[in-house]
């Protein structure tokens, strides 16, 4: 499971808060039955220069697969801020895939590439995914050879 917290101002001391973050993970692990190893918490903040928020955050590489509409995409909860599918775009992801039958599709800041996933499952006649950082391109390439294969 994972958890964002966003950094906020939230009138507690650290250790008012490490106790708070600890209750709230025991209460998910009490209603949900998800235990506290398989819980990861990313604190959210803007982080310095241009790309600060996608720095490797880690080396654990707890990376695996998930499906979405049939679909497999690789997702790692532990080495980034952010786990390669963001689950809010999940609807347009699907307008995609509905409208790019026999298209030519541009990408652009592709990240993990989901969107040229979708792309081609629709059928898109040719996708072009860009972004700046390799590492998410290598992570994009992975994702659509994966609906290839």
């Not at 790692?76 to 895939?97: A, E, I, K, S």
């Not at 040229?116 to 992975?142: I, N």
């Amino acid at each position: 499971m994972y958890i964002a917290e966003y950094k906020r101002r939230h009138n507690m001391t650290e250790e008012e808060h490490d106790h708070w973050m600890e209750e709230t993970i025991a209460v998910i692990n009490e209603v949900l039955g998800v235990i506290k190893e398989n819980i990861h918490l990313k604190l959210r903040q803007r982080k310095p220069g241009r790309l600060g928020q996608y720095q490797k955050l880690d080396e654990a590489q707890h990376e695996f697969v998930v499906q979405e509409n049939g679909l497999d995409f690789f997702v790692n909860l532990t080495d980034y801020l952010d786990t390669g599918l963001f689950l809010d775009h999940r609807v347009t992801r699907g307008m995609v895939r509905e409208q790019s039958a026999h298209k030519k599709v541009l990408n652009l800041f592709a990240y993990t590439g989901s969107f040229s996933v979708y792309a081609a499952a629709g059928g898109a006649a040719e996708t072009m995914t860009v972004d700046l950082s390799k590492t998410y391109l290598k992570w994009a390439e992975r994702n659509i050879w994966n609906i290839m294969l």
